[in-house]
């Protein structure tokens, strides 16, 4: 196994990761893995899931894929239960699922006179359903396995709960109100967990990453012959560092947050990630 870059110990510790088919879970995943941990990835996609998990396994990792519909609470409770039986109980939860919906994006950054009546879906076509899904997924999404994993963690010293917040949490980008609300909403729920649970043993943070490119996002950012997208542009021009971040670039602030002798009297922050993007004015 790879070493980590905090040299965090989490040998003996029983990891759950939400949204762990996807490329960045399931790479919180491995980092968990590589430090010692007993990692359950939970996902919709019980494949992806277990895809990633033989992944681990193949490294010398201790590892156990598990399908899992975040929004559903019996299912959640179920699967908490499944890997107590299985790994232990939770020590460290990463509330990772989440997600945005076409339905609740608008086609344009800025609405224009006549944009009603035009084919395009601005701020008035927006489906309701669509954005009540992308609210669900991201807060509930976190909220739910919370619950379902916290009660294996209440009174027991040294546990985590790390969400993921997002840039939009600061300042909402154009086109997905809906993603960006949610994301805020994740912000201020890490801060009301962290003081509900301070008297428990649990310590609740967050990161918050800025733009990063994967496989998942790239026919987002990249044309088909390589070249940058006009959004892409607009990124990397409010990004003072100039570039995209890379997966492992986060890795340092997760295993930080997560490590009780580096950390210890933290608790109820949201760590950018994002090369300056939220300390820029544009100016």
């Not at 009540?132 to 709960?161: K, S, Y």
């Not at 300042?171 to 962290?194: D, E, H, R």
């Not at 070249?227 to 021009?237: C, M, N, Q, W």
């Amino acid at each position: 196994m790879n070493k980590n870059v905090l040299n965090t110990d989490l040998t003996g510790k029983v990891a759950v990761v939400t949204g762990a088919g996807g490329v960045l879970c399931s790479y919180f995943a491995k980092v968990l893995a590589r430090a010692g941990a007993k990692v359950a990835l939970l996902d919709l996609n019980e494949a992806a899931a277990k895809s990633y998990a033989e992944e681990i396994l193949d490294e010398g990792g201790v590892a156990k894929a598990y399908a899992c519909n975040v929004l559903e609470k019996e299912t959640c409770y179920a699967v908490a239960d499944q890997v107590e039986k299985d790994l232990g109980k939770c020590d460290i939860l990463i509330n990772g699922a989440g997600g945005n919906n076409p339905r609740a994006t608008t086609d344009k950054e800025y609405f224009e006179l006549g944009d009603i009546d035009a084919d395009t879906k601005s701020f008035f076509d927006l489906d309701a359903s669509g954005v009540g899904f992308v609210f669900n997924l991201n807060f509930l999404g976190t909220l739910i396995p919370t619950q379902a994993f916290a009660r294996q963690m209440v009174g027991r010293e040294g546990c985590n709960i790390l969400n993921i917040s997002s840039m939009n949490a600061y300042t909402p980008l154009t086109k997905i109100p809906a993603y960006s609300g949610a994301k805020a909403a994740i912000s201020n729920f890490t801060q009301w967990l962290a003081v509900h649970f301070s008297k428990v043993g649990i310590r609740v943070n967050a990161i918050a990453p800025g733009f990063f490119s994967t496989k998942q996002n790239a026919a987002l950012l990249f044309n088909p012959d390589g070249t940058p997208t006009a959004r892409t542009g607009k990124i990397l021009a409010a990004t003072p560092m100039g570039r995209f971040g890379e997966s492992e670039e986060l890795e340092g602030g997760l295993l930080f947050l997560i490590n009780d002798k580096a950390a210890g009297f933290i608790t109820g922050v949201v760590l950018p990630i994002d090369g300056g993007f939220s300390a820029y004015s544009g100016v």
